[in-house]
């Protein structure tokens, strides 16, 4: 019953549930023929760089399983002679792991612009255009008010925060 939080309380967070509603009603505009676009550019960028990938491997492989990867990087390549295979028996692809490789071949450069760019299309570009209302043309996500430690707002249904606009390619959404 301290009176300075019934105060933060009574003049910010109780107002601000009203602007929030407000705003989950007036949704946020997308553009579907643009998302549509991107997703196809998206999609054969992802394409070209996998041709690369295959080409500087010299063979084909599933770039999208760790276990392969490893195998090309660290058993065909040996791009690090310290790199140990885990318990599973597989060497670690994580980001942590191939960022300091990047400078010794370009393939660790690669594999990790096609990680980034299928996490885009999957995560975002694919499913975006799934959450648009049809009635209205827009997406209406829900803000969180109380779900964050630090107090700051969230958003679900989609997670319109993590949309990555800081990157170029983030920027087409």
Do not use: C
């Not at 549930?17 to 549509?36: C, P, T, W």
């Not at 994580?94 to 990680?115: G, S």
Request: proline content about 5%.
């Amino acid at each position: 019953s301290d009176p300075a939080l019934w105060n933060l309380y009574r003049e910010v967070e109780l107002p601000l549930v009203n602007v929030l509603r407000d705003m989950e009603k007036a949704g946020v505009r997308f553009d579907l023929q643009m998302l549509h676009e991107a997703e196809t550019a998206l999609n054969e960028e992802l394409e070209g760089i996998e041709n690369e990938i295959y080409q500087l491997a010299g063979k084909e492989f599933n770039i999208n399983s760790p276990a392969q990867v490893g195998e090309i990087l660290f058993a065909e390549l040996q791009l690090d002679e310290k790199a140990k295979r885990g318990r599973n028996g597989h060497f670690s692809t994580a980001e942590e792991v191939l960022l300091p490789l990047k400078e010794k071949h370009l393939i660790v450069t690669k594999i990790l612009e096609q990680r980034e760019l299928k996490k885009l299309i999957s995560t975002y570009i694919s499913v975006l255009p799934s959450y648009i209302n049809p009635q209205t043309g827009k997406i209406h996500t829900t803000y969180n008010q109380t779900v964050t430690a630090t107090g700051r707002l969230s958003s679900s249904n989609p997670n319109l925060q993590n949309l990555p606009v800081r990157t170029e390619r983030g920027q087409l959404l």
